[in-house]
């Protein structure tokens, strides 16, 4: 990385999209000088516009990518600009990408600033990386920022806190084991999409919607509207955007801003303890000996648990 | 919980199962003078037994329940003793459980010590406690402690952490669609069931395992086996399990233990630090501070970052 902040700040002016790739590979980098680049960059671009933050989620096979494709052009047909965000928490070893290639939305990815998962060893590491490429797609000026992630556990608890709004995909037959349908992915969902409700699947898609409706306390409570999609003939999204469109208007929308932007920065807080521990010499050298004594059973993992913490301070 | 350390103790020599599920409850336990007791059980009943602990894993449609129940089944019919630990990271919110009850392994939940989710806020808070779970587990002695959680994502490289085999169940058709498996999931598994090999399914079954054999590198380099089985009819699981016997006699079977026992002892240590800094009210009233100065824009992040680390030594 050879750009200097003014470089940074000026591209994202220009609308240069190479210069957008750059930052967010800046962000993502470990080294100490790009991390202090970086935390230099987050802060002037800050609160510069206000994109509307779409989650996108879904168990593979529920046609994610067709979807993505179908709704981002409809916005962009409104006039939208918008930006794809990925993000893969499945690949723990080697950091793999739901995108792969952007084969997989051809003609949205000539349209769209569309790029892969952020890498990283933890998945709160790469929430907050996600939440740091979405504040610079965010000051770049896109009106719609959408994440896409694959559609099982804990990621959703994750990307839900970076989101304004979080769109579930489903598929016709979905209601018929509703013992399989997660309560906590539910309870993060803001839309409903029943995907995939064309041909022959249009009479279980109906069905699917109805048992949903009838059997999820959790969508009355919260409002949810089910809407029936099908993103392969086109069918159904002009009528979820309108809807959205809608909502995104509405007083409430952006009302879990404040919360995110303090926790993300709780985060880089912590993280940047952590990491001045580990810097520590005696710090690190103690909780190597203390790991080798328990496992060792030279000492308890109670006494361990004392010792590491006696040698502690804080604004002395 | 009103038990004392000898109570435990005294429990786990008598079998006591009751025993074992108010310790687990123990170790989940967030009071303070729990978490003390918890440290000091954990302490006694380490390294008393070791158990074959075994991960296993699928997409929700699977089957996992019912491998579950027939696998388990015939473990207990070999003479072995089993627990059954389910992981449920996709309800963030609620906190829900896979198991749900235990009419799912109706005649396994009347043979084995059946436990649901342990709680915790993060994906690594569920599997510490998970762990600690499994080593009460092992010192209570049961021969086969089965870790099953849902199949896809972060979740499978924490379970992956916690066992010594991890098993990853496929539906027949699974290799029709080699982009969807998640090279990550893949690379933690030691053995690979293409479930619900019966009647009109085991054509496809046998394709499915020759296409995962004949494109996925991963397996040949892992050595990893792929056993067609009906869970439901009953079928190629006692096959399964010869295989598995024979390979938990080999040299390297527990050859993760080492690092995974360092590895748990090092999050309790940095659980322990997070824990005492946040207990100080230094740090936390700076804490607070600094998110506050960082969002209403007086304070850059990358000062706050300077400002935190700032006031923290270690060893002085």
């Known amino acids: 990385v050879s750009l200097k902040l003014k470089d940074y700040i000026e591209g994202f002016k220009q609308g240069d999209t190479t210069v ?37 989620s879904g168990t593979p096979g529920v046609g994610k990518s067709t979807f993505i494709e179908t709704f981002g052009l409809e916005l962009i047909k409104r006039g939208k600009k918008i930006a794809v965000l990925a993000v893969d928490p499945s690949s723990g070893v080697t950091g793999g990408s739901i995108l792969g290639d952007k084969t997989r939305m051809q003609e949205l990815s000539q349209k769209a600033f569309i790029r892969p998962s952020p890498s990283g060893k933890t998945l709160g590491g790469v929430a907050l990386k996600t939440r740091e490429a979405i504040l610079l797609c965010e000051s770049f000026g896109f009106d719609y920022i959408l994440i896409e992630t694959v ?61 949903l409706e009838s059997s999820l306390d959790i969508l009355r409570q919260k409002n949810i509207h089910i809407h029936l999609v099908s993103a392969l003939k086109k069918q159904g ?28 920065i709780e985060q880089i807080l912590e993280d940047a303890l952590i990491e001045a521990l580990e810097a520590n010499k005696k710090y690190h050298a103690q909780k190597l000996k203390l790991i080798d004594d328990v496992y060792n059973n030279n000492e308890s993992i109670e006494k361990a648990v004392e010792d590491i913490v006696k040698g502690l301070s804080y604004g002395n």
Not at 186 to 193: C, V, Y
Not at 197 to 208: C, E, M, R, S
Not at 257 to 263: A, M, T
């Open 237 to 264: 999204i002009s009528e979820f955007v309108d809807e959205l469109f809608k909502e995104a208007n509405s007083h409430d929308f952006f009302s879990k801003r404040e919360s995110q932007e303090k926790l993300w």
């Open 20 to 56: 957008l790739a750059q930052a967010i590979t800046l962000i993502e980098s470990q080294k100490d000088d790009h991390k202090k680049l970086a935390l230099q960059l987050l802060s002037a671009v800050k609160n510069i516009n206000q994109s509307v933050i779409l989650g996108i």
């Open 151 to 211: 559609g099982v556990g804990q990621s959703e608890s994750q990307i839900a806190s970076l989101v304004d709004h979080f769109i579930l995909l489903m598929q016709p037959g979905a209601g018929d084991d509703l013992q399989a349908i997660k309560r906590g992915i539910l309870e993060h969902a803001d839309s409903i999409i029943v995907n995939k409700a064309d041909g022959d699947l249009v009479k279980k898609a109906n069905i699917t919607k109805a048992q």
